[in-house]
């Protein structure tokens, strides 16, 4: 039985030997490797309790200070670094000087940094970011979850996937034509930031000529305090949800996801919203996603024009768009992870 560094940039907090974070698919992505004998997991301690909470009996989470102490254990491990962060990355060159082999370490990207890092701190981010990657992806081995990621060319795919059984189950196909003479169900989820196009979203949903209304799941707290939730009230803002049948009720209680963003790579939330036959909406600058989705992914114009357009069409045809959504083999959580062991231990 193998052993195993895992690197992420998420704070844990443990209660009773149960770990929790706030992403879930960090959460997927350790679980790659239940089999293993152990996992070694570097990562910062939070004093506050999070959101989704994993019970994984072989784990064994090592700070910053104790790094040190694993030494001896580190040089015939397998190593995985979760995106690349400036604590990431200090701790991957960490590894390297105390004997890692590079040959066995792997730099999971998720994002696409350049871009999250340029938008949240302008040219002197992108800077710092780019230098990071170059330095780190002249020594390991790179994972991606798109060719379009900037500046990645010699990399090893692997989609990422939340979908399990239960997000498979009872799909339903709206049986009734649906109408715009009455209210259509949008929805976002995901963080409430600049670089998500969350503001834009807000922007183009106040303009909306239609009848309709906008949910907001997963509100960052960080960015967004209360005193600014938006005064429409159709708009409405919930709650991160770490409830599997909530979240997925969410989705059935939608007509449309909207997925306002400027910048990604795989999201989990075309999958989630696939899984549940429902409609996704994005945005020109990501339109090449619609190579990895085939159907009901629809690209629009960032004004109210061509979005209240794709709407309408959409509505329009919704039964035979669902039809289509129905014929696509999604890829789950299992596929994921089976992905993931194989490429580690080289199968």
Same mark, same amino acid.
């Given at each position: ?10 704070? #844990? ?13 960090? #959460? ?23 959101? #989704?909470?994993?019970?994984? +009996? ?6 910053? %200070? ?14 995985? &670094? ?6 990431? #990355? ?5 590894? &390297? ?16 940094? /350049? ?27 790179? %994972?991606?979850?798109? $060719? ?15 979908? $399990?059984?239960?997000? %498979? ?16 169900? %949008? ?13 834009? !979203?807000?922007?183009? /949903? ?18 967004? +305090? ?6 429409? $009230? ?29 910048? *990604? ?6 999958? *989630? ?11 020109? *600058? ?24 794709? &709407? +309408? ?12 959504? !129905? ?21």
């Amino acid at each position: 039985m193998s052993e195993i560094i895992i690197v992420s940039n998420d704070k #844990f907090f443990l209660k009773k030997k149960k770990f929790f974070n706030s992403n879930k698919n960090t #959460f997927t992505i350790i679980n790659c490797f239940n089999k293993f004998k152990k996992i070694y997991l570097i990562a910062r301690i939070s004093k506050k309790d999070l959101k #989704f909470g994993k019970n994984i +009996k072989n784990i064994q989470i090592v700070s910053f %200070l104790k790094i040190l102490r694993i030494k001896n254990q580190i040089k015939n491990k397998e190593v995985l &670094i979760i995106s690349l962060t400036p604590y990431n #990355f200090l701790i991957s060159f960490l590894l &390297i000087i105390i004997g890692a082999d590079r040959k066995k370490m792997y730099l999971f990207l998720r994002s696409d940094g /350049f871009y999250e890092y340029s938008i949240n701190f302008g040219i002197i981010g992108k800077l710092i970011y780019g230098i990071m990657l170059n330095l780190l992806k002249k020594r390991l081995n790179i %994972l991606t979850c798109s $060719t379009s990621l900037t500046h990645i060319h010699k990399s090893k795919l692997i989609y990422p996937s939340e979908i $399990t059984n239960q997000w %498979l189950n009872n799909r339903k196909i709206q049986n009734k034509k649906k109408n715009l003479k009455r209210k259509i169900k %949008l929805m976002y989820l995901g963080r409430l930031r600049k670089e998500k196009g969350y503001n834009d !979203l807000l922007e183009l /949903f106040n303009q909306l000529k239609i009848k309709a209304s906008l949910s907001i799941v997963g509100n960052d707290f960080k960015y967004l +305090k209360k005193k600014d939730y938006p005064k429409n $009230t159709n708009i409405k803002i919930f709650g991160q949800v770490s409830s599997l049948k909530r979240l997925i009720k969410y989705y059935d209680n939608a007509d449309i996801f909207i997925l306002p963003s400027y910048s *990604e790579a795989y999201p989990q939330v075309i999958l *989630e919203s696939f899984s549940r036959l429902k409609p996704v909406i994005i945005f020109n *600058e990501i339109k090449f996603l619609k190579k990895n989705f085939s159907y009901g992914l629809f690209n629009c114009d960032r004004n109210i024009e061509s979005f209240e357009k794709t &709407i +309408k069409k959409i509505i329009e045809n919704y039964k035979y768009i669902q039809s289509n959504i !129905l014929k696509i083999k999604i890829h789950t959580q299992k596929n994921f992870q089976t992905q993931m062991y194989n490429i580690i231990k080289k199968k």
